[in-house]
């Protein structure tokens, strides 16, 4: 169908409309994280600063003696953060993309009933387990490690995976496999060498997605860790709003170093990530 | 002797063998502690988490059912699930079809949209917050040059506004989600039958509504589904925004939970609370899967 310039230019406006709103709110914080102190507390507001500065970043990076604490130990939280993120997306990986396979073609016991289980528990709110888990987290000695914030994000992480795998090894011809079988291969063996290889948008679609959901944790790490031994970079930004003076430019900077990575990647990944969406993923 | 099992029986085994672990591992990390939650609340602990408990039965949810702010929180809840979600599905909508119609820029709007959904729900609160803040904030400062208002406005000092605020952050993070759901949903139904319907005289209006709306519709409801899910248990946004002030006027179930467990120390009250939730959320999950596994799709 042909349309009217006049169409065409309204649809135009449309989408400005819609940029303007998803850039301005991230552009003021880029804007917030290089402006001076004094900048961002004038009035009437400045929206260009006049004296750019990196301050903020050279401060997180290599933080100097009047570097307020939560600047200084920003830099462990982000490693605490991708240590904790990684782990989990490879064990889930593995452990998920077995059971996945096992609920898609194979027949045993329960199998139906096991995949619908799955289905629920991936919906369970954190705050519905952490009275339990806490208790359990506080009798092993396991708070403020990241140890305890790999085995709680297993919670959502693994029924997440698992599910996620097997709705990309339905689209999988079934032929194939047998193929592999007759010319003698074992179950495990057309797992490893025909349906892993050839799923590999769906690892790399599934691998993003937890990576993604770990890293913008917040609840379990608020309560599980309070020191720098495990707190992870959402903690210590919610942090920079506890202190009675709070840092803008600091809080900024966080925020802009936070972001950086799940977006890059999700950019990176964009065909991955609409195709984990359309199976129907989970993270909002 | 020993006897070889049969095919089928090996992909048995083999299927009970590579689940074992991931079923364990979610009984042990989900299941368990859901029941375990439920028999914590039916005692009182009224100092902490690890101080002595008294069996009260159920005399935490009676306690629960009876009072007052529990409540007034379930409302204010459902008021932010029904806001939220609500505006996120219908500008969801307009901005998968806005996107459907290949306007100029199209593709660059598209690939925009994934920054507000990647960006964590806690840098997302700390800057609106900023945005919001009472003297230095931007939308003071926008609305103020703009001669929309004639002094600054401390937003977040009065609930209703406070509240409404959060959900105007939840959109930003959400709505782009919801959008490339139903943009992919979009790109994916025949044209034809839409081409047919304009040549038979349908206007744009009833081709939306007659045709392109209900081939949408299982896409808009795991959309609907899946974020009145999560809507129901928010928490992280609030406690950047608001902390679930001011005078714990923007306070959600899942943040009252999160009070009585960990400030207030009634563990058993927030252990009832938490059941309570599980409770809603298993129905939601009952309702997806109605929705996922229609019986004749098997």
Known sequence: MKRKPLQTLLLFALVLLVLLFVYLPVAW???????????????????????????????????????????????????????????VTAITLVMGSLAAYALIRLRFPFRRFILLGILGTRMIPEISLVIPLYLFAAAYRLLNTPLILIITYLSFALPFAIWLMAAFFQTIPIELEDA????????????????????????????????????????????????VAAKTVPVAIAEFTGRYVVDIGSMMTGGVLAAIPPVMLSLIFQRYIVSGLTAGAVKG | MRRKLSLSQQDALLGLALIFPSLVIILGISLQPILSTL?????????????????????????LLTDAVFWVTIGRTLYFTVVSVGLELVLGLAIAQLIHAHPPGWQFLRTSLIIPWAVPTIVNGTMWRWIYNADYGALNGLLYQLGLIDKYIPWLTQPTTAMNLVILADIWHSVPFIALILQAALATLPADLEEAAAVDGANALQRFWFIRLPLLRPAILVALVIRTVEAFRVFDIIYVITNGGPAFGTVTISYLTYLESFSFGHVGRGSALSFLISLFTLIMAFLYIRILYRPEEQ
């Open chain 2, 39 to 63: 028999y914590l609340s039916l005692f009182e602990t009224s100092r902490g988490i690890e101080s002595q408990r008294t069996f009260v039965g159920l005399g935490n949810y009676g306690n």
């Open chain 1, 29 to 87: 914080l880029v804007i917030s994280s290089i402006s001076t102190r004094a900048e961002l507390l004038s009035t009437p507001i400045r929206w260009i600063p006049q004296n750019p500065t990196l301050q903020n970043y050279i401060n997180i990076f290599s933080p100097g003696r009047s570097t307020s604490e939560v600047a200084k130990t920003f830099r462990i939280t982000l490693w605490n953060s991708f240590v904790v993120a990684s782990s």
């Open chain 1, 180 to 227: 592999a079988r007759i010319d003698g291969c074992t179950r495990l063996q057309t797992l490893f060498r025909i349906i892993l290889p050839i799923s590999s948008p769906g690892l790399v679609s599934t691998g993003l997605f937890v990576f993604l959901t770990a890293w913008d944790e917040f609840f379990f790490a608020l309560i599980f860790t309070s020191t």
